[in-house]
Each structure stands twice: as structure tokens, then as C-alpha cells.
């Protein structure tokens, strides 16, 4: 009775606090990020090298007045920013941050494509978004965010499923614990879903370069146009722990999860002095600096060129790559 | 059931598509059932496949929806009627 | 006991959204009934033991089919108000009478198997004790592509023609 219930309660309130403070940082981490690369020093006022900033954030957004324009929908603009950050939320639930039963809430037997669907599912609050706010702007900006989403999935999936094939399991214990059998990361098998994993989280999450729906300069700012305050701050909070949750993913499949460097070979074993989930918790580090790193310098997609690289090109080259990993499967 | 009265009673068409979805989901959670309570996997692989038709029906069907919509400006289903002499 | 109530509490809730689908007023809450309906369903689908099934459901049903309601929705609504309601003269009163009729069969089905059907003892999904040996996944799986080929590829060419045929149907200049 404690073991099902009280136990995965408290780690859900540990992970959700953890989560939510860490994407409030995170937000702090990519404004200097983006500062350093400008030759600048990003917010520097708020506490010892601005670090309080994290926490002013959401004060201001929490102080902010909370307005609904007045022909929208309310139920629907009440719920759209809830149906975006609620999936974020859950997929962390299959997410295991160590080899024990200790460090993950669950690990159900499909628990990559847990992750997937839920994902997907989150996709409706940025359509909904965009069509509470009843005006012309948001709404064709929210469809063609959702267009993206679901464009980008697609590949995604096609990709994740020649992972599925190296690793031969769905459950995301059991793709790490592949890892270490075969003692190699699978970011080296597979660099192409590696790099197509990436890239299709990317315009997932609705990051640069495939930032369009949410640009400024764009059709008045995207789909979030008409929020402010609290459910702003939802919308926002949603996009990163989108990242992280996609960062995570691929450090699992990819990058071996909690696995140090060469898991296998005994004469490395002096790094297992640092406890598995730090070398987790370092690798989406790793991620999420690159995610700020790319958004400081790359240029942005037009939406058909968007469009059209995620149809017509990685979607061949993910069935290119699924092909060709059952073949090999085959072969060996 | 449900989903037979949503097909008779509304009138605008996507809301009759939605019903014609929520008859096949029942079907589907039958199917199920069944299969959990006589331990034979048929029952799952069918849903699979119903999940698939719908999936394609529901696409093609939107498809013709849309072209239609572009010609008729009209989902009021009393109102369409190019196949009525 | 416990699963007795969660089994009901979610079947009344999947009747009631469904109830709610058919007689919302605007489509996109019909639409987002919908949506509640079919998450609740893949609960449904997890309890019975079949967790493979509940998330293609979710990830294909409730995050594909019905993302594409919605635009259709969206874009058809952008136009006009929400309907007035059902027709209440003729739609309304056939319409229950027929619903009543399937109701009336199903009914008598069941209780015409349950005098004579043997129960089996259930095994797998949330209740029992026995462990997941080979997956859901594994077994769909394995039944897929030995027992059930020719209808996989039979469904999979479906599939593709359905996509020409819409990608041909949504182009503007035919």
C-alpha cells in the first residue's frame, strides 16, 4: 500500500518541484548563454550574477494582470495553456534518471512511445491557444505551428523506430541497459537517427531554427499573442520543459543515459565514483546547452523551406536509416 | 450507441464524422475486452487494424469534406445535397 | 475492489464525455470531448493489459486523428457561428427510436450469452499477479507479422492510398 501509492506520489512532488525550478533556471541559463555569445553579460542585477533572476521571473508573471479578451472562448483559453504543459509534465514519468527502481517513477514496457504520444497531445494546447484568442493572427499562427509539430513527428517516430530496432526494446531501462551490454553508446551505431533525433526536437519544440510560430517578429508574436501573466507563463514554462524532456530522450537513446564513458571496460571503473545520475543529469546539460547555443547563432526558417525539409528530406533519410538498420540487424 | 444517436441527430457534418469515430471506438474497447477475457490475441490485432481504417477514413473523409466546403461554404449536412436531383 | 471502482467511475466517465460529444454546442468542445473520451479509453485499454494498444491509441487517435478534427473544425468554423440545434420533428425521434433498438439487441445478446457462457478466470492487466512475460508489444507484434500478414499489408496499402487520395482531394487546382 505505501510502496504503490505513497512512494510514486512523493517522487511525482519531488520530480514536478524539481522540474519546475529547473526550468526557471533554465530560463535565466539561456538569457546569459545567449548574452556570453554576444559579447555581453545578460541579467546581472537580480542577486550575486543575477542569479535571483530566476526567481523574479515568475513573480513579475505571477503579478501580471490576467486578461481574457472578451469574445474568446473561456473555457477553452482557460485550458489551452493547462493541455500544453500538463504532456511536458508526464512524459517525465517514464523518464529514469538511474539504474535503480529508485530514480524513475515507472518504466512501463512502452515507454518510448509513452513519450511520443504524449508529445502529441501537446500539440492541442497550441492549437487551442491560437483559436481561444478569436482573432485572425494567433489562429493562423497557431495552425501553422501544429502543421510543424505534427510534420516533425513523423520523422521523429520513423527515426525512433530504427533506435527501437538496435536497442530491441521499447522501455527506457531497457534501451539504457542495451547500452551498456553492447558497451557502446548508441549515438555512435546510429549517428544519423542521432543527428535526426535532434534536429526533428528541435522544430518539436518549436526552437531555432524552427522557431517561426513563436518569433516576434512574426504574425505578432505567434499563437500566445492574447496571454499574459499566469497562463503566459504556463505556455513558456511548457516550451521548456519541453526541452528538457526532449534532451533527456536523447541523452537516454543516444548518449547511454546514466552510463559513464565505455560502461564496459573495467579499467574506466574509477569514474563510478560519481553516482549515475549525475552523469544524466551533466549529459542533458550538455543538450540543453546546445539547444541555447544554437539559438544564439543560427538564422531562422521560412516556414516552407521548414516544411518542406521535414517532408522531403528527413523522412527519407529516416526510412533510409530504418532500412538500412534491419538489414544490418539481419546480417549480425 | 451514443455514437449512432450523435449520427442521426446533429446536423453539421464533422460532428457526425466525430460520432461515426466514437461508434468505431466502441467497437474497439469491445474487441479488447474480449480478447483480455478469452486470452487470445485476435481481438488486439483487429483493433490495430480498426485503429488504421479509421485513421485513413478519417482522412479521406475530411479530404472530401474540405473540397466541398471550398465549392458549397456549407457543413449543414440538410444542405448538401449535389447528389439530389 | 479497487480496480471495481476505478473500472466504473472511468466507464461512466467515458459515456458521460461521449454523451457530451454528441450535444455540445460548438464542434471544438465536441471536439475536445472527443479528445478526453479517447485518453480515457487508453486507461481503459491499460487496465485490460493491453498497453501497446492504448498508447497507439493515444498517439494516433487521440494526437493525430483528432488534431485533424480540429483544423477542419477551425478552418470550416472560421466563418460561421455554431449550428442551432438538432432538428426536433423528425432527426430527433428516429433517431432514438433506432438507438433504442441497437440498445434493445445488445441487451438481449448479453443476456441470452451470460445463461449460457462459462466465465474464464481473467489473467494480466492491473489486477493479477502474473508478470508482463513477453510484453504486449512483443506478442501484438509477433501475431502481426506471422498469423496476421496478408490483412498488415492489405491495411498498409489502405493506408496509402487513403493518403494519395486526400493529398489529390486538398489540392487547390485539381
Known sequence: ?332 | MIGVIGVMVRRNIIIIFMSIELILNAVNINLIALSHQLQDMAGQVFVVFVIAVAAAEAAVGLGILIAYYRNKETVNIDEIQLMRW | ?174
Open chain 3, 1 to 174: 475492489m479497487a480496480e471495481a471502482i476505478a473500472f466504473y467511475t472511468l466507464a461512466a466517465l467515458i459515456l458521460g464525455l461521449g454523451i457530451m460529444v454528441v450535444s455540445a454546442r460548438s464542434a471544438v468542445h465536441s471536439v475536445l470531448f472527443l479528445v478526453m473520451n479517447f485518453l480515457l479509453v487508453a486507461v481503459l485499454y491499460v487496465i485490460l493489459g493491453a498497453e501497446y494498444v492504448a498508447v497507439i491509441q493515444v498517439l494516433v487517435y487521440a494526437g493525430g486523428i483528432v488534431v485533424l478534427y480540429l483544423f477542419v473544425v477551425m478552418l470550416v468554423n472560421l466563418k460561421r457561428e455554431p449550428e442551432q440545434f438538432s432538428d426536433p420533428r423528425r432527426l430527433g425521434k428516429l433517431g432514438t427510436l433506432l438507438a433504442g433498438a441497437v440498445l434493445a439487441q445488445v441487451i438481449g445478446i448479453a443476456v441470452y450469452s451470460s445463461t449460457r457462457g462459462t466465465t474464464q478466470p481473467v489473467t494480466g492487466g492491473l489486477g493479477s499477479d502474473t508478470p508482463f512475460l513477453t510484453g504486449n508489444t512483443e506478442q501484438l507484434g509477433w501475431v502481426l507479422y506471422t498469423s496476421y500478414l496478408i490483412p498488415f499489408e492489405l491495411a498498409s496499402m489502405l493506408l496509402l492510398v487513403a493518403m494519395v487520395g486526400a493529398i489529390v482531394l486538398a489540392k487547390k487546382n485539381l
Open chain 1, 1 to 332: 500500500m505505501v510502496d504503490t501509492i505513497i512512494v510514486p506520489l512523493l517522487k511525482i512532488a519531488v520530480l514536478i518541484n524539481a522540474l519546475l525550478v529547473s526550468v526557471t533556471f533554465l530560463v535565466l541559463m539561456e538569457r546569459k548563454v545567449i548574452a556570453w555569445a554576444q559579447s555581453r553579460l545578460g541579467p546581472m542585477r537580480a542577486g550575486p550574477y543575477g542569479i535571483l533572476q530566476a526567481l523574479a521571473d515568475p513573480i513579475k508573471l505571477i503579478l501580471k494582470e490576467d486578461i481574457t479578451p472578451a469574445k474568446a472562448d473561456k473555457y477553452v483559453f482557460t485550458l489551452a495553456p493547462i493541455m500544453s504543459l500538463v504532456p511536458a509534465l508526464v512524459a517525465f514519468a517514464v523518464i529514469p534518471f538511474g539504474p535503480d527502481p529508485f530514480y524513475y517513477i515507472s518504466d512501463i514496457n512502452v515507454g518510448l512511445l509513452f513519450i511520443l504520444s504524449v508529445t502529441s497531445i501537446g500539440v492541442y494546447g497550441i492549437i487551442l491557444g491560437g483559436w481561444a484568442s478569436n482573432s485572425k493572427y494567433p489562429l493562423l499562427a497557431s495552425l501553422r505551428a501544429s502543421a510543424q509539430l505534427i510534420s516533425y513527428e513523423i520523422a521523429v517516430s520513423m527515426t525512433l523506430v530504427s533506435v527501437i530496432l538496435t536497442a530491441g526494446t521499447l522501455s527506457l531501462v531497457g534501451i539504457v541497459e542495451a547500452q551498456l551490454e553492447s558497451g557502446i553508446w548508441f549515438g555512435f551505431v546510429q549517428p544519423v537517427a542521432f543527428a535526426l533525433v535532434f534536429i526533428g526536437g528541435l522544430a518539436e519544440t518549436n526552437r531555432v531554427p524552427f522557431d517561426l510560430p513563436e518569433a516576434e517578429t512574426e504574425l505578432t508574436g505567434g499563437f500566445h499573442t492574447e496571454y499574459s501573466g499566469m497562463r503566459f507563463s504556463l505556455f513558456f514554462l511548457a516550451e521548456y520543459a519541453n526541452i528538457i524532456v526532449i534532451s533527456a530522450v536523447v541523452a537516454i537513446l543516444f548518449l547511454g543515459g546514466w552510463l559513464r564513458p565505455f560502461p564496459n571496460v573495467a579499467a574506466l571503473s574509477f569514474l563510478d565514483v560519481v553516482p549515475a545520475w549525475i552523469w544524466f543529469i551533466g549529459k542533458i546539460f550538455v543538450f540543453l546547452y546546445v539547444f541555447i547555443w544554437l539559438r544564439a547563432t543560427l538564422p531562422r526558417y521560412r516556414y516552407d523551406q521548414l516544411m518542406s525539409l521535414g517532408w522531403k528530406l528527413f523522412i527519407p533519410i529516416a526510412i533510409g536509416n530504418l532500412v538500412l538498420t534491419a538489414i544490418a540487424k539481419v546480417a549480425f
